[in-house]
Protein backbone atom coordinates (compact mmCIF):
# COMPACT_ATOMS: atom_id res chain seq x y z
CA UNK A 1 0.00 0.00 0.00
CA UNK A 2 0.83 3.66 -0.82
CA UNK A 3 1.24 5.94 1.92
CA UNK A 4 -1.52 8.63 0.21
CA UNK A 5 -4.16 5.70 0.65
CA UNK A 6 -2.73 4.68 4.62
CA UNK A 7 -3.12 8.38 5.65
CA UNK A 8 -7.20 8.59 3.87
CA UNK A 9 -8.16 5.42 6.22
CA UNK A 10 -9.59 5.52 9.15
CA UNK A 11 -8.20 4.34 12.60
CA UNK A 12 -10.38 1.10 12.62
CA UNK A 13 -9.76 0.52 9.15
CA UNK A 14 -6.07 0.87 9.84
CA UNK A 15 -6.63 -1.58 12.57
CA UNK A 16 -8.43 -4.31 10.72
CA UNK A 17 -5.86 -3.89 7.41
CA UNK A 18 -3.07 -4.47 9.87
CA UNK A 19 -4.44 -8.03 11.25
CA UNK A 20 -5.44 -8.82 7.28
CA UNK A 21 -1.71 -7.75 6.08
CA UNK A 22 -0.08 -9.68 9.72
CA UNK A 23 -1.90 -12.87 8.55
CA UNK A 24 -1.09 -12.52 4.97
CA UNK A 25 2.38 -12.06 6.17
CA UNK A 26 2.10 -14.93 8.12
CA UNK A 27 1.12 -17.80 5.64
CA UNK A 28 3.34 -16.16 2.89
CA UNK A 29 6.29 -16.70 5.55
CA UNK A 30 5.24 -19.86 6.23
CA UNK A 31 5.02 -21.38 2.58
CA UNK A 32 8.25 -19.90 1.81
CA UNK A 33 10.08 -22.22 4.46
CA UNK A 34 8.32 -25.16 3.45
CA UNK A 35 9.02 -24.32 -0.39
CA UNK A 36 10.56 -20.84 -1.51
CA UNK A 37 8.41 -18.84 -3.05
CA UNK A 38 9.03 -17.33 -6.84
CA UNK A 39 9.59 -13.88 -5.42
CA UNK A 40 10.81 -13.40 -1.68
CA UNK A 41 10.81 -9.90 -2.85
CA UNK A 42 6.89 -9.90 -1.31
CA UNK A 43 8.44 -10.76 2.19
CA UNK A 44 10.24 -7.57 2.44
CA UNK A 45 7.37 -5.48 0.59
CA UNK A 46 4.90 -6.79 3.16
CA UNK A 47 7.35 -6.43 6.01
CA UNK A 48 7.18 -2.39 4.92
CA UNK A 49 3.49 -2.03 4.61
CA UNK A 50 3.25 -3.63 8.47
CA UNK A 51 5.23 -0.87 9.41
CA UNK A 52 3.47 1.95 7.50
CA UNK A 53 0.21 1.21 8.88
CA UNK A 54 1.71 0.53 12.68
CA UNK A 55 3.71 3.77 12.04
CA UNK A 56 0.15 5.31 11.18
CA UNK A 57 -1.79 4.15 13.33
CA UNK A 58 0.31 5.75 16.34
CA UNK A 59 0.28 8.69 14.45
CA UNK A 60 -3.88 8.45 14.48
CA UNK A 61 -4.16 7.43 17.82
CA UNK A 62 -2.09 10.34 19.68
Known sequence: MKIADIKNLS???IQ???TEVK???NKLKMSHSI???ENP???RDMRKTIARL???LTL???
Open 16 to 18: NKL
Open 54 to 56: ETE
Open 11 to 13: AGD
Open 35 to 37: SPI
Open 60 to 62: KQQ
Open 23 to 25: ADF
Open 41 to 43: IQI
